[in-house]
């Protein structure tokens, strides 16, 4: 049988079940429709889920149509489970991006799409609801084409002319097939949907089953089924435990076979296959034998992770999506937290992102979970599993830290009888990036079984940070050298050395505290839009207006989650229950209150016995502890990072990108000068005299000198983005926003005079009807207002990902989101505050140039007077004198 596994993803309220349901009703595989709302869907057999009416875990189901079988993963769609829904990912062949049609593109679609992107995996979409009278479906098409991808195009329809032209639109390759031949074969139709170059669109109704059919007949024609290798791998995306208590490893085949009987391993340990199960619902099938694209349930493997690769395959990428908040469990009395852990560690062990924590010094046990309702979820699992009732404290924002320079690490850990020394060079990453190992240390050096030793304690430990103790990421740690002794050392001196030089290398840097921030969607009444922009600004939030009409305004952007996570109540209140806020995990990014974060949690680095700073010596016959800041002074390498000078910090970095050094020749200063600077100062200006800059020297010179790039610069403005950043022009904005948009473009134009680079700026279609975007040319630079819904977002996006390897793009915007989408394009970035201080410092360096070539004369009446004059002042002079003597 032809295996093809496909997911089902939504945001939360879309109908993802009730899809689910409707395929497996007309496929045959379930004899009776379930509902949600009856709670006896097939897919939900949980009584939790059932009591809730909400996916918590992944299911699998079974469903034939032709001659392929479809493995049928359905995933959580509420953002506190989004963690289980990421790792099922990983396993999919294509997905089922389920949108409402009353809701449209909401802000956890736009997450599920960057993730489906970021897994590449091929997407079909199915509009649901389309039986109800507000759904309108040229609206929603245009509102997934806008906000998701062009190339979604509705399928379902008759494969007449205007269905080629359509697809056609969306590639260019179908393109060409179909200028060439009137037509497009079905062939390239699925080559094109497996290459993400196209993305079918299906309207209807799953609960009237409207739809449902050509969905389910389009999943069967334009669908591939894989190629696997002989060799035997599997991917282990889930651990759960069935009635028994029996662990079950979720895995997916990815080549060869597995049976019963089976040895696997990881190189570590070796465990046995007991049972082979196929599950379908909460009913199995068992199972000798799996071929490659399987899915399946497998008993007597203990040591199994999720995420965990198997045979021949690789450890799967680590989630992108992680807990937010920490919560005390509050265990009932008499309780003995110490044999409470090793049945929550069950718990971890399904939902690795819990970790499980035990606080010696405090005493107690922490979790961590991405929100509320998952710690309601949580509570009721330990009563039903373990028969105990918990409570949670108050929750506190799980907060990380980075660092923004490179910084040396050196770890020493020799007390009398042991020795390890180890070198760590910590560099910056970017955002998101987590943390990244590797080993640039030689063989002379270090044996290789001490650098991989290292490399495995450098994943598996969480390492501290030095400001609030949190965890540190986005940042990549290299062994560049180390020493061992032949007798004398072993796995755990080095253990203590990695942690040292990790440590060590943290106090020298200049550290960043993060936190977590959402990305939301909120919609509310117009006339409240004032307050809602408001009290996005009070809460360090980024917000623009992405939709507006005379009864709605649907605002979208970044807050921190410590901020954002209370605040459906009270736009619930502010409303009448009228505003709808929906949010999902945008990701890590700069705190907006780190002094008052950090006093308030009060973390002593160097008061951390656990994670110690310092290194241990053998000094005259004795241990020596040597504190952090003198350990390079005892260190028995040398440095490395002093090989490497002039490393600049991420700040510096980032500056440098952009800045391009696109300096002038000193002889177009004063056709600069004249055309912006003196330009508007009235006749008074006229009269200046001023050298011609080539005349000014060496330093002038010094100053403005050309360093051609081999690539046009651009420079993309979000224009409202800035505006609205900007203290001086938000101020005009309240007043009028004509005047702060004409403000911008003239300090942009003062500065593309200096920079010589080429400037876009981008204004949202703002309450405009306008089918195609409008350009205007504003002295030299490009003003573009996008088309009517095209927010200026996308268009940056869109201009960005196609130009990137023809010319060095900038963008300027302090958009959380957009800074994240813009970097994994190759662009720089710089936020509203830095180009703000990049104008401003050029300003400040024209108008030096300026002075200098300033001619300091006296300002003396003869030099204003003829010759005949001043003879006759002279003799005037000379008369009164005599007269006064």
């Not at 019963?260 to 034998?289: C, F, H, M, P």
Request: glycine share 6%.
């Amino acid at each position: 049988m032809k295996n093809i596994v496909i997911g089902i993803l939504a945001h939360v309220d879309a109908g993802k079940t009730t899809l689910a349901e409707s395929l497996l009703y007309l496929s045959g595989s379930i004899r009776k429709l379930g509902r949600v709302d009856k709670k006896d869907a097939f897919l939900d057999n949980f009584e939790l889920e059932r009591a809730r009416g909400i996916t918590i875990f992944s299911k699998q189901a079974i469903l034939k149509a032709a001659e392929k079988q479809f493995v049928l993963l359905d995933t959580p769609g509420h953002v506190d489970f989004s963690t289980e829904m990421e790792r099922t990912l990983q396993v999919l062949d294509y997905a089922i991006l389920v949108i409402s049609g009353i809701d449209g593109v909401q802000a956890q679609t736009k997450t599920l799409w960057r993730l489906l992107n970021r897994y590449q995996i091929p997407v079909f979409l199915f509009i649901n609801k389309m039986d109800l009278q507000t759904a309108d479906q040229d609206k929603l098409l245009k509102d997934v084409k806008t906000q998701l991808s062009e190339s979604c195009v509705v399928f379902g329809q008759p494969q007449a002319e205007d269905f080629y032209e359509q697809v056609a639109l969306a590639d260019e390759a179908l393109l060409e097939d179909y200028l060439e031949r009137g037509q497009i074969d079905n062939l390239h139709l699925r080559e094109a949907i497996r290459a993400r170059r196209l993305f079918p669109c299906f309207f209807g109704s799953a609960l009237k089953l409207k739809g449902v059919e050509t969905l389910l007949q389009g999943m069967t024609d334009y669908t591939v089924v894989p190629a696997y290798p002989p060799e035997f791998a599997a991917k282990v995306y889930k651990i759960s435990r069935d009635e028994q208590g029996n662990r079950l490893t979720h895995l997916k085949i990815t080549g060869g076979k597995l049976k019963v009987k089976d040895v696997l391993g990881n190189g570590v340990w070796e465990e046995k296959v007991n049972q082979i199960r196929i599950y379908s619902g909460e009913r199995y099938e068992t199972a000798q034998e799996v071929e490659a694209g399987m899915v399946c349930a497998v008993t007597g493997l203990t040591q199994t992770k999720p995420g965990e690769g198997l045979g021949t395959e690789q450890n799967l990428v680590l989630p992108l999506l992680e807990p937010v908040l920490t919560y005390q469990i509050v265990l009932p009395s008499g309780c003995d937290p110490r044999a409470m852990l090793p049945k929550l560690r069950q718990l971890e062990e399904e939902e690795p992102a819990l970790q499980i924590v035990w606080d010696e010094q405090l005493q107690e046990i922490r979790v961590q979970v991405m929100g509320e309702m998952q710690c309601e979820i949580l509570q009721k699992l330990i009563l039903a599993r373990f028969g105990l009732e918990v409570t949670f404290a108050a929750g506190k924002i799980v907060y990380k830290e980075t660092i923004t320079n490179v910084v040396e690490g050196v770890g020493h850990f020799e007390p009398a009888g042991r020795y390890a020394e180890v070198q760590l060079l910590l560099e910056p990453g970017e955002r998101g990036s987590g943390l990244q190992f590797a080993d640039n240390c030689s063989d002379d050096l270090l044996d290789k079984k001490w650098r991989q030793l290292i490399l495995t304690h450098l994943q598996e430990k969480v390492h501290k940070g030095v400001l609030t103790g949190s965890a540190i990421t986005d940042m990549k740690i290299t062994l560049t050298a180390g020493r061992a002794h032949n007798k004398l050392s072993d796995g755990g001196d080095f253990r203590e050395a990695v942690d040292r030089a990790v440590r060590q290398g943290l106090m020298e840097a200049e550290s960043l505290l993060l936190e977590p921030y959402y990305a939301f969607q909120l919609e509310l009444p117009e006339q409240m839009a004032g307050r809602a922009l408001t009290d996005i600004e009070r809460m360090s939030g980024t917000c623009r207006i992405a939709h507006l009409t005379e009864e709605t305004a649907v605002l979208t952007g970044t807050a921190p989650v410590v901020e954002l996570r209370h605040y459906q109540q009270e736009v619930q209140a502010y409303t009448g229950g009228r505003g709808r806020l929906y949010c999902s995990m945008q990701g890590y990014d700069a705190c907006h209150n780190p002094d008052e974060v950090i006093e308030r949690i009060g973390y002593d680095a160097e008061q951390d016995t656990a994670n110690p700073t310092g290194s241990v010596f053998y000094e005259h016959g004795s241990s020596l502890v040597v504190p952090w800041d003198k350990v390079k002074d005892y260190m028995h390498g040398e440095s490395v990072l002093q090989s490497r000078p002039n490393v600049p910090s991420l700040t510096a970095a980032a500056k440098t990108a952009y800045q391009g050094q696109n300096w002038l020749e000193p002889e177009e200063v004063d056709k600069i000068l004249q055309q912006t600077y003196f330009a508007n100062q009235g006749k008074s200006s006229q009269g200046q005299k001023r050298r011609p800059a080539a005349e000014n020297g060496s330093k002038t010179n010094e100053i403005m000198r050309a360093e051609k790039a081999d690539k046009a610069e651009y420079l993309l403005v979000d224009g409202y983005n800035i505006i609205f950043a900007w203290d001086e022009l938000r101020e005009l904005a309240a007043d009028n926003l004509d005047a702060a948009r004409a403000k911008l473009l003239d300090y942009l134009s003062k500065y593309q005079n200096v920079r010589k680079n080429i400037i876009l700026v981008v204004f949202d279609a703002y309450r405009v009807p306008r089918q195609t975007e409008e350009i205007i040319d504003h002295d030299e630079l490009r003003v573009i207002f996008t088309r009517e819904n095209q927010t200026a977002d996308q268009y940056i996006e869109k201009f960005a990902r196609e130009n990137q390897e023809k010319y060095e793009i900038t963008v300027a915007t302090s958009d959380s989101l957009e800074q994240m989408i813009i970097r994994g394009d190759g662009c720089t970035v710089i936020s509203a505050a830095e180009l703000k201080e990049e104008i401003d410092s050029t300003n400040v360096r024209v108008m030096q140039v300026y002075r200098e070539k300033q001619v300091s004369k006296p300002n003396r009446l003869k030099d204003v007077l003829s010759e005949t004059s001043q003879q006759q002042m002279a003799e005037f002079i000379g008369d009164q004198g005599e007269a006064e003597e």
